[in-house]
């Protein structure tokens, strides 16, 4: 991870979290091991978090076993983030479609991803995705966009929307 998705995910949270939900609506992070640092330390300590991944490690509450089945019931989490993830997953129809199995209807959902950054293989990296590409993912998930853009120059893209 690198700091300008923590910048991105921190406004995130002040924009739209803090005011608008409670510390007891759970946060889901997918794709949550602790490279280079972790969304949970820009939260304060009485919200609950939840790191997800497909690996033990710091930061990870849920192992799963594969990117598109998580041991989630549906309609679990009012808020799920993911940054810095989507890169590594192969399959995106797939794994959107998981992402918004487990976030409640008219839960908010917030997705970072690089537009462009050296290969760095978690065990595969195989896309940089751009403002259309998070958009065509929403729609094709039922999640209403709020917010989409790149914030160029720092190689991120941010999606935040809302499941229908």
């Known amino acids: ?31 949550s091991v602790d490279i280079n640092g972790s969304y949970r330390n820009l939260l304060p300590p009485d919200w609950s978090y939840k790191g997800l991944d497909l690996q033990t490690g710091k930061n ?23 940054g810095q993830c989507i890169e590594h ?31 760095h293989r978690h065990p595969v990296d195989c896309w940089r995705i751009l403002p259309d590409g998070i958009k065509f ?10 917010e989409v853009y790149h914030n160029a120059p720092e190689h991120d893209c941010i999606g935040i929307g809302i499941k229908l």
């Open 1 to 31: 991870m690198h700091q300008s998705s923590l910048n991105e995910m921190k406004k995130f949270f002040e924009k739209y979290i803090y005011s608008n939900y409670k510390s007891t609506d759970t946060i889901l992070d997918i794709g």
């Open 60 to 82: 990870v509450d849920i192992v799963a076993t594969s990117l598109y089945e998580y041991p989630i019931e549906d309609n679990t989490y009012r808020i799920v983030i993911s």
């Open 89 to 119: 997953v192969q399959d995106l129809h797939k794994w959107i479609k998981e992402v918004t199995r487990v976030t409640q209807k008219a839960g908010i959902l917030c997705l970072i991803a690089p537009t462009s950054w050296v290969e």
């Open 137 to 146: 993912l929403f729609d094709l998930a039922g999640i209403k966009p709020i």
